[in-house]
């Protein structure tokens, strides 16, 4: 019997056509979250698995996985293709991020699962920060749980705008409607509490029995909407940034020299664009320079995208170094001193004013200190409340104070130069993501502001008079 793959390539009329056809399907990125032991590796591998996108091999595996760490003997458990980790299986939790891809007619997934359980929060953040759509599990014998809220929340201040809420285990419950109309009507009351309003789609499912997951349920009459396969197949996504309105931000990664007559600087482009010719300026220095070429591996390209990992070399031989940011010249350039930002807190020791913390944003670390607590919000009711401390798994608003200027921008629109990872300075561990809100970044312009001394500004003179190839900005 053919798979869905094999199908799609006869039909393509070959591999190479098939390949050609691929590159033009748009991809969907999306993350299943929710509470833990509501079902999302269930529901991700009867997806894989009624697609027709397991191989022969894995197929196998699943049946003799099943006999051991099997939680339903007399059912294939679909979990076991996604919980590839030993202690996944035993304990029957996913603990780890994986990503599962698979595609349609139409177009392109990549799947994200993400962990249910609160210890595992940061990694549920990480899946979060890079999808497009979130399908968040509910459990239908359950109902909403502290942790769907809090993964729900956390999708929203990612950026994710488009929320599928699946209510699960509808077998376990008789398939009853109303328990289904019950869990749509509180999803809807928790949508009505965010600052803005969030897309919500609602289907039940069995994804042990795959009830409306592929194909419509016959056991649920009462639902006549889409199976969970053709939402995902149709949606559009309506993305909160344009990135044809994102100015250029390249954090340099690394300076490649192979020789005395090259130097590059690599990175990924954050944000924008460029091109060959384009006037650049490097921040912090504020040195200016024009691009002389854009090579992606052995490639001489004209110019470059978002996404895009570039290595480019300058007209003039400049100091550039890891950690500084690109922009383009004509933007005016605001120094950021201290910042209002979300916060999501992952260590054990509450979050607390004064403290000292390193963050990396992009390729550089910065420190900082906690400069005021606004407010903690209540993962039950989503009311702001006054604190002194975030605590672990806490969601809150702080202020920051960094020891240098710095780049940010808002988050929404700028998702790598708008977020932040904590690091603890002793431990080294990862203890907390920040995004930057938009309204309460405090800017100074200290290219206009700054007072130089007459040695300062004589000294300047002199070297831009005999060294005028060095580039130094005007001061007057």
Not at 90 to 100: C, E, F, H, L, P
Not at 315 to 327: E, H, M, P, Q
Not at 430 to 441: D, L, R
Not at 464 to 471: I, V
Request: charged content about 25%.
């Amino acid at each position: 019997m053919l798979n869905i793959l094999e199908q799609e390539i006869i039909d393509c009329g070959g591999i190479e056509s098939y390949l050609y056809t691929q590159q033009n399907k748009t991809l969907l990125r999306f993350l299943t979250c929710g509470s833990v032991d509501d079902g999302k590796s269930t529901l991700i591998g009867r997806l894989l698995h009624d697609t027709q996108h397991v191989y022969d091999d894995q197929l196998c595996n699943l049946y003799s996985d099943n006999d051991q760490f099997g939680v339903h003997k007399d059912k294939i458990d679909l979990s076991l293709l996604v919980d590839g980790l030993q202690l996944e299986r035993m304990q029957g939790i996913t603990i780890d991020v994986s990503y599962r891809y698979f595609s349609s007619k139409k177009r392109k997934f990549i799947i994200v699962d993400t962990p249910g359980h609160e210890e595992y929060t940061r990694n549920m953040v990480t899946g979060a920060s890079n999808s497009n759509l979130a399908v968040l599990l509910v459990d239908a014998c359950k109902g909403i749980r502290k942790q769907t809220k809090r993964h729900l929340f956390i999708s929203f201040l990612m950026g994710i705008r488009t929320i599928i809420v699946v209510v699960n285990k509808m077998d376990l419950v008789n398939y009853d409607e109303k328990i289904f109309q019950d869990i749509t009507i509180k999803c809807l009351k928790i949508n009505s509490y965010l600052s803005e309003s969030i897309n919500m789609k609602f289907i039940p499912i069995s994804a042990l029995d795959g009830d409306n997951v592929i194909q419509l349920s016959k056991n649920m009459s009462w639902y006549d909407g889409p199976t969970l396969f053709n939402i995902l197949d149709d949606i559009k996504i309506n993305f909160v940034t344009d990135i044809n309105d994102q100015k250029l931000r390249l954090p340099i990664q690394y300076i490649i020299r192979d020789h005395f007559n090259f130097r590059g600087y690599s990175g990924t482009i954050a944000s924008g664009s460029l091109h060959k010719g384009q006037q650049i300026r490097v921040f912090p220095s504020n040195i200016t320079s024009y691009i002389k070429q854009i090579l992606n591996c052995d490639k001489n390209q004209t110019n470059a995208l978002t996404g895009e990992a570039v290595t480019i070399t300058l007209t003039d031989d400049i100091d550039v170094s890891k950690g500084d940011i690109l922009i383009d010249s004509k933007e005016k350039i605001n120094f950021v001193e201290s910042v209002v930002i979300d916060v999501i807190w992952m260590k054990k020791d509450a979050l607390k004013k004064g403290q000292y913390f390193d963050v990396k944003i992009t390729t550089k670390f910065y420190r900082v200190q906690i400069k005021d607590i606004y407010y903690q919000i209540d993962m039950h009711t989503f009311i702001h409340q006054q604190s002194d401390e975030i605590p672990y798994n806490g969601i809150g608003v702080i202020e920051l104070l960094f020891e240098e200027p710095v780049i940010l921008d808002e988050y929404l629109k700028y998702p790598v130069t708008g977020s932040m990872i904590f690091i603890d300075i002793l431990s080294n561990d990862t203890v907390g993501a920040g995004m930057v809100k938009n309204s309460k970044i405090h800017q100074v312009d200290e290219l206009n502001n700054k007072k130089y001394s007459e040695f300062e500004l004589a000294l300047h003179e002199l070297i831009q008079f005999h060294f005028p190839h060095w580039n130094v900005p005007d001061l007057t």
